[in-house]
Nanobody, 116 residues
């Protein structure tokens, strides 16, 4: 059974950087689509970025050019490099794995706060 654990969140000043990690306790198959979502207070959870079994990536318009998603299948880990952070990026960030229509896994989230 797959369990996802996020880490790397914290407090950072505007313009700073953070790197989030998502470690899977079980095997994340190469066919899984891995993604990062975020949810700010009073807002719906939204997709930030995802990456396919290959190298294809997809980003929300609000983060494209600033964030980079990557995966290391050998380490069962997914990363989200966040640069040029803005206060609007403040949210709880969740890791997600999709193995198929009936196979979805969520992490518990890690807080990212961008404030001066």
């Amino acid at each position: 059974q797959v369990q996802l654990v996020e880490s790397g969140g914290g407090l950072v000043q505007p313009g700073g950087s953070l790197r989030l990690s998502c470690a899977a306790s079980g095997s994340i198959y190469t066919s899984y689509i891995m993604g990062w979502y975020r949810q700010a207070p009073g807002k719906q959870r939204e997709l930030v970025a995802d990456i396919t079994s290959g190298t294809s990536t997809n980003y929300a318009d609000s983060v494209e050019g600033r964030f980079t998603i990557s995966r290391d299948n050998a380490k069962n880990t997914v990363y989200l490099q966040m640069n040029s952070l803005k206060p609007d990026d403040t949210a709880v960030y969740y890791c997600h794995a999709e193995g198929g229509p009936r196979e979805n896994y969520w992490g518990r989230g890690t807080q990212v706060t961008v404030s001066s």
